[in-house]
């Protein structure tokens, strides 16, 4: 089974094989829509006190895209402190068998119970814009969280087992909501570029910070 370690840093992201063009603003455009559709179904609860956590949402966007969106500390996203979030952008490989397909399903179904036990994480909410192309938002109360989810056990599977199997590229960005996501002004800090590839023995990385 191919299995990548740690990744091998490059100094100028034309040294990627793929994922080498900066689209940090592009995608903030569509984290930003995901934070006003997370706000919008927010104010549509009904007796959330009586819930049991997460709270789980579905929606069809348009040309049919689905978009999933969890809860698991709805009253913490009222408020206008700022917050803090990590935003996942993949691109499938074009064709992955049908094993490997169920192992990430999942994967991100054992994942995402997991996250119900960590403090700050606030809501998670992932979007498929097109085949292949999915865009994951993850708000939390600090980036003191981040090191809570890299400790989970499905995230590290994911990470250097079925990822490098699975995607071609993913951006994984960094910033915060100032004012929370009643103002919904997102601002990067920093973007992580990854270009996996069958002829490295690692992965590639390279980090642009705003």
Not at 13 to 36: C, F, P, Q, S, Y
Not at 96 to 112: C, F, G, K, P, R
Not at 113 to 130: C, D, F, M, V, W
Request: zero cysteines; charged letters at 20%; glycine letters at 6%.
């Amino acid at each position: 089974m191919l299995q990548y370690s740690l990744p091998v840093q490059v100094q100028e992201i034309h040294a990627l094989e793929k994922n080498n063009v900066l689209k940090g603003r592009t995608d903030l455009i569509v984290l930003r829509h995901m934070a006003r559709q997370l706000r919008l179904t927010l104010l549509t609860i009904d007796g959330a006190s009586d819930a049991v956590f997460p709270l789980r949402y579905q929606l069809t966007e348009r040309h049919t895209s689905l978009h999933r969106m969890l809860f698991y500390r709805p009253a913490q996203l009222f408020g206008e402190e700022t917050l803090s979030f990590v935003g996942f952008v993949s691109g499938r490989q074009p064709a992955i068998d049908l094993d490997l397909s169920a192992e990430l399903l999942q994967a991100d179904q054992q994942m995402l119970t997991k996250l119900t036990h960590i403090p700050g994480l606030l809501a998670y909410s992932s979007l498929e814009l097109q085949p292949g192309r999915w865009y994951n938002l993850v708000v939390m109360q600090s980036f003191e969280v981040k090191s809570d989810l890299k400790k989970i056990d499905m995230h590290q599977h994911a990470a250097y087992q079925l990822g490098p199997r699975a995607y071609d590229w993913i951006r994984i960005h960094s910033g915060i909501f100032p004012g929370g996501l009643a103002k919904n002004t997102p601002q990067l800090i920093k973007t992580r570029h990854y270009a996996f590839t069958a002829t490295l023995k690692n992965f590639q990385l390279y980090e642009a910070v705003y």
